[in-house]
């Protein structure tokens, strides 16, 4: 299969966030509190099969972090993008794949992991990086170029990490300093530091003395919101992306407009949502992902307000899809639908529809090839949308309308 790393696909990405126990949905101007900061570690309750802390979709594989720390990943295998050692025990019509979690090799523990086109990073719970899959760019961070590494390795440099993301053909990580670095593709900006060349290792982003709470990478281009609040993108701007009002690349991270103070940030292949400090959600860029009421035709270059009022936790963006999940655990989805906004229908939704099933969720993290997965209050795991590849890890490669929960590890 060729890979989507090429070029903007048409379809989806990544997140993870901090929610609250399950309370009936008020009212759109019901009296939710603000969200507690970001956080890409959860705590949750115990529960078989797997009990996740965690969940990241990617482009056709999703990976998560069980509650005692080892990390799984399931669908598409063919990179090593699941790193357990091979690409692909099982076949999803002619494509390698696991159709079930399987166990990420190296007795590493993680904190939390991100999956990105076709690589996957994570940061473990002594504040290290570990990259595995595609490396044709850089991308795992290892100072060298590889076709694939099916097993976790280091990112070089002895430094030190609070989160990591992965995007298209990059990642980027803050340190526990606070800094930014990026390494992997660079051929739009999207390393952050001023230069078209793609890097191997982590380079800073330029910003001098900006200190970084979050940080989000799409397809090609990366956002971050500082500690102070405020979101910073750079990157390709060719749909929007940026927010900055232009449609002009930026190098190095530039102000969103409006001046808004945010909380979380999630950046998809052609827009980008996010969540302010009060918990009021907005996106920008183009496509019918934005949850404003619009069709997509014309690019929003500024943050525009989801439609409804609600008060998020957090929000994921794809390329057609996004989703979100309020501060009282309940799961919406906007976008493009073929049976895969997990609503149980095939209407598009310009305005966010809520997730079928009644669940509670802690957070919600879209994927590339139309699907999302997501963490209940209870530490399930659940996945919906298209299937071809095992990516719904519920055992089948069955397209799923409504949330379905991932099923036990492979014997």
Same mark, same amino acid.
């Given at each position: 299969?060729?890979?989507?790393?090429?070029?903007?696909?048409?379809?989806?990405?990544?997140?993870?966030?901090?929610?609250?126990?399950?309370?009936?949905?008020?009212?759109?101007?019901?009296?939710?509190?603000?969200?507690?900061?970001?956080?890409?570690?959860?705590?949750?309750?115990?529960?078989?099969?797997?009990?996740?802390?965690? /969940?990241?979709?990617?482009?056709?594989?999703?990976?998560?972090?069980?509650?005692?720390?080892?990390?799984?990943?399931?669908?598409?295998?063919? +990179?090593?993008?699941?790193?357990?050692? +091979?690409?692909?025990?099982?076949?999803?019509?002619?494509?390698?794949?696991?159709?079930?979690?399987?166990?990420?090799?190296?007795?590493?523990?993680?904190?939390?992991?991100?999956?990105? =086109?076709?690589?996957?990073?994570? /940061?473990?719970?002594?504040?290290?990086?570990?990259? =595995?899959?595609?490396?044709?760019?850089?991308?795992?961070?290892?100072?060298?170029?590889?076709?694939?590494?099916?097993?976790?390795?280091?990112?070089?440099?002895?430094?030190?990490?609070?989160?990591?993301?992965?995007?298209?053909?990059?990642?980027?990580?803050?340190?526990?300093?606070? *800094?930014?670095?990026?390494?992997?593709? +660079?051929?739009?900006?999207?390393?952050?530091?001023?230069?078209?060349?793609?890097?191997?290792?982590?380079?800073?982003?330029?910003?001098?003395?900006?200190?970084?709470?979050?940080?989000?990478?799409?397809?090609?281009?990366?956002?971050? /919101?500082?500690?102070?609040?405020?979101?910073?993108?750079?990157?390709?701007?060719?749909?929007?992306?940026?927010?900055?009002?232009?449609?002009?690349?930026?190098?190095?991270?530039?102000?969103?407009? $409006?001046?808004?103070?945010?909380?979380?940030?999630?950046?998809?292949?052609?827009?980008?949502?996010?969540?302010?400090?009060?918990?009021?959600?907005?996106?920008?860029?183009?496509?019918?992902?934005?949850?404003?009421?619009?069709?997509?035709?014309?690019?929003?270059?500024?943050?525009?307000?989801?439609?409804?009022?609600?008060?998020?936790?957090?929000?994921?963006?794809?390329?057609?899809?996004?989703?979100?999940?309020?501060?009282?655990?309940?799961?919406?989805? =906007?976008?493009?639908?073929?049976?895969?906004?997990?609503?149980?229908?095939?209407?598009?939704?310009?305005?966010?529809?809520?997730?079928?099933?009644?669940?509670?969720?802690?957070?919600?993290?879209?994927?590339?090839?139309?699907?999302?997965?997501?963490?209940?209050?209870?530490?399930?795991?659940?996945? =919906?949308?298209?299937?071809?590849?095992?990516?719904? $890890?519920?055992? *089948?490669?069955?397209?799923?309308?409504?949330?379905?929960? /991932?099923?036990?590890?492979?014997?």
């Amino acid at each position: 299969m060729r890979s989507p790393s090429r070029s903007i696909p048409t379809l989806l990405l990544s997140a993870v966030a901090a929610g609250l126990g399950c309370r009936e949905e008020p009212s759109p101007t019901g009296p939710e509190s603000a969200p507690a900061p970001y956080s890409a570690a959860v705590v949750a309750a115990v529960v078989s099969p797997l009990s996740l802390l965690q /969940v990241s979709a990617g482009q056709q594989h999703a990976c998560g972090v069980a509650t005692d720390g080892r990390a799984w990943c399931w669908g598409y295998a063919g +990179n090593g993008q699941l790193g357990n050692g +091979n690409t692909g025990t099982e076949l999803c019509g002619n494509s390698p794949c696991s159709k079930r979690p399987v166990a990420v090799l190296g007795g590493l523990r993680f904190r939390h992991v991100s999956a990105g =086109w076709d690589f996957t990073c994570g /940061v473990t719970t002594d504040d290290r990086i570990y990259c =595995w899959g595609q490396n044709d760019l850089g991308q795992l961070g290892t100072a060298t170029l590889s076709r694939i590494s099916t097993t976790p390795v280091a990112v070089a440099g002895n430094r030190r990490y609070r989160q990591v993301r992965a995007g298209g053909s990059s990642a980027c990580a803050i340190t526990m300093a606070r *800094t930014a670095f990026c390494w992997g593709a +660079n051929n739009r900006g999207q390393l952050g530091n001023g230069t078209g060349s793609g890097s191997q290792v982590p380079v800073r982003v330029s910003g001098g003395a900006l200190l970084w709470a979050q940080l989000t990478i799409g397809f090609e281009h990366a956002c971050g /919101v500082t500690t102070d609040g405020r979101a910073r993108c750079w990157g390709v701007n060719i749909l929007g992306e940026l927010g900055d009002g232009s449609t002009s690349d930026r190098a190095t991270p530039t102000a969103v407009a $409006g001046g808004l103070r945010f909380a979380q940030i999630e950046g998809g292949p052609a827009h980008t949502c996010a969540v302010t400090t009060a918990g009021r959600g907005y996106c920008w860029g183009s496509g019918m992902a934005l949850g404003d009421g619009s069709t997509g035709e014309v690019a929003h270059l500024t943050p525009n307000p989801i439609a409804g009022n609600r008060v998020f936790a957090n929000v994921s963006s794809g390329a057609n899809q996004s989703c979100g999940v309020t501060v009282s655990a309940r799961g919406f989805c =906007w976008g493009l639908n073929a049976g895969t906004l997990g609503d149980g229908g095939t209407a598009n939704r310009v305005t966010p529809a809520l997730l079928a099933g009644g669940l509670s969720f802690i957070a919600v993290s879209v994927g590339g090839a139309e699907f999302s997965c997501g963490v209940a209050t209870d530490a399930r795991a659940w996945c =919906w949308g298209q299937n071809l590849f095992g990516n719904l $890890g519920d055992g *089948t490669d069955i397209l799923r309308s409504v949330p379905t929960p /991932v099923a036990a590890p492979a014997p």
